[in-house]
């Protein structure tokens, strides 16, 4: 059984402060990582990519892989009251990359 | 671009009604799903369609639902009967299916009762 797994959280930090989202997945042929972000009440939305090692920022965003460890985590930079949603991270099928595999999410909340 | 569209946003049923919701793609996204998420979950497929063909359709009760994609554009997904359980957001999303990444429509919050 593929899976993905992410802290359901709630993860609570103050407005300002780095947070920091984890997701570890059990493919070892996977080649894709996803996360999204899902505000209460909307759909998920693709906020970050990441095809290889390393790190890959994107404004206050940075996603960090790992694949002999088989993790990869979302680090956002000076939260915002606005930040606080759910954080899904998806993995394609190493045998299908059309096929997500998908955490049940990490609940962020961000405090003024 | 225009985003995935789909409709009715919101839908509230009594149960062995059907229902059925209509999804439109991004133009030129070759590969469509949809998807059942329930609180606090992720999201669940139900059937993927690469153009009109139904590639992975495993996760679909089909006693009870149905779906279709015409012309590999436009997707209409029914139920029927609906029954309690079938009470979730229904979401559709498209991909150019190039990376894997996928793009969703707003969602149809079904309602059973």
């Known amino acids: 059984q593929k899976e993905v797994e992410q802290n359901s959280g709630p993860l609570s930090v103050p407005e300002g402060a780095i947070a920091s989202l984890n997701c570890t997945y059990s493919d070892r042929g996977s080649q894709s990582f996803f996360w999204y972000r899902q505000y209460s009440g909307k759909s998920p939305e693709l906020i970050m990519s990441i095809y290889s090692n390393g790190d890959k920022e994107d404004g206050r965003f940075t996603a960090q892989l790992n694949k002999a460890s088989q993790y990869v985590s979302l680090l956002i930079r000076d939260s915002q009251p606005s930040d606080s949603a759910t954080y899904l991270c998806?993995?394609?099928?190493?045998?299908?990359?059309?096929?997500?595999?998908w955490g049940l999410g990490t609940s962020l909340a961000v405090n003024p | 671009e225009a985003g995935v569209v789909q409709s009715p946003r919101y839908k509230i049923i009594e149960k062995k009604q059907p229902v059925a919701f209509w999804c439109n793609p991004i133009s030129g996204h070759n590969t469509l799903y949809w998807y059942l998420q329930n609180l606090g979950q992720g999201p669940e497929l139900l059937i993927r369609?690469?153009?009109?063909?139904?590639?992975?359709d495993s996760q679909l009760p089909k006693d009870r639902f149905s779906a279709e994609r015409l012309k590999g554009v436009d997707s209409t997904l029914k139920i029927q009967p609906a029954e309690l359980g079938d009470s979730a957001v229904y979401l559709c999303?498209?991909?150019?299916?190039?990376?894997?990444?996928?793009?969703f429509g707003p969602g149809t919050r079904l309602t059973v009762t």
């Open positions: 998806a993995v394609p099928n190493a045998g299908n990359n059309r096929k997500l595999i």
């Open positions: 999303a498209s991909s150019p299916g190039l990376g894997g990444e996928q793009y």
């Open positions: 369609y690469e153009n009109e063909e139904a590639v992975d």
